[in-house]
């Protein structure tokens, strides 16, 4: 365990603190499903925005942002947010149309790849959160009849707890290989958390397992408080980001999977605006600036 744990239940694991970051990236991948040119569909959603009374109001079309593309908040970071979504789609179905069909999404908040992704066959995605997240998920979907495309098997328990027994409970096999991913999650995480997790993960995975995350490698993250992206979700939405991101320097979470044996790859997002011929650009006091994406694979033995 990495620590001790101060348990919710029900709406308010997603209307507060960290747990309010779902919603802003659910009505980012609402308005990114709505662009003429999205880069990823999610037609679930807008109806988690409309389904919180936290974010009454939000938008979830583009048409609805009076400034449009902008407006640092719903322009360019919830394109930040489609391009990521995007991003992590490909990876996750590569990964599983080789070797992997254990999915295991840490912190996977209000996610619903289980339903959108076209699987393989034989792929079971376990979702690791908090009870009410995955509660108020549950509802919301269930009230829209939603169908997963895999076998799902939602597991609601804080990461500071047990997860790992709770996911062996749960029926992962740690002699299959697995495709992790942790999805706007070490953000928030101490130091010793996210150290704790990525050695978890290289100690449950086997040969030909697989894990993409996100961190942030910014020396001083309150070098860029006053960017438009920080500032604006703090006035337009309340959410103050750099408040719930933990501040201590970052742990070399790519260094140590490779120092296991991993094959790993580090990208900004930028490199995939270029991919994809859409996405944010690099702009002065930018707070993306220190945003990566990093690839990760067991080679088998």
């Known amino acids: 365990m990495v620590g001790t744990v101060h348990r919710h239940t029900g709406a308010e694991d997603v209307e507060e603190g960290v747990g309010l970051t779902a919603l802003l990236v659910a009505a980012a991948r609402a308005i990114e499903t709505h662009r003429h040119d999205s880069l990823a569909r999610d037609v679930y959603a807008e109806h988690f925005v409309r389904a919180a009374s936290a974010c009454a109001g939000w938008p979830v079309r583009m048409q609805q942002v009076p400034d449009g593309d902008a407006n640092p908040l719903w322009g360019r970071f919830a394109r ?75 597991i609601p328990i804080d990461l500071r707890d047990d997860w790992v027994g709770a996911l062996a409970d749960a029926g992962f096999d740690p002699a299959a290989p697995s495709v992790w991913l942790a999805e706007g999650l070490l953000f928030y995480l101490t130091n010793a958390a996210e150290t704790y997790l990525i050695d978890t993960v290289d100690r449950l995975s086997t040969g030909g397992s697989a894990l993409a995350f996100e961190v942030k490698l910014d020396k001083d993250l309150l070098e860029y408080r006053d960017s438009p992206l920080y500032t604006s979700t703090k006035h337009q939405i309340g959410i103050d980001l750099l408040n719930l991101f933990a501040r201590e320097p970052r742990p070399d979470s790519a260094g140590a999977l490779s120092g296991k044996g991993w094959s790993t790859s580090v990208h900004t997002p930028f490199d995939f605006t270029h991919r994809h011929g859409r996405g944010p650009m690099p702009e002065p006091n930018d707070a993306l600036a220190g945003n990566r994406w990093v690839f990760a694979n067991k080679p088998r033995p």
């Open 80 to 154: 930040y947010f489609g391009l990521r979504t995007r991003v992590l789609d490909d990876f996750l179905l590569r990964s599983t149309q080789t070797h992997a069909r254990q999915v295991i999404l840490l912190g996977a908040g209000l996610d619903t790849r289980a339903f959108r992704l076209d699987w393989p066959p034989g792929c079971v995605v376990f979702e690791i959160d908090r009870e009410g997240v995955l509660a108020f998920k549950r509802k919301v979907l269930d009230g829209l009849s939603a169908t997963p495309a895999a076998a799902r098997v939602p």
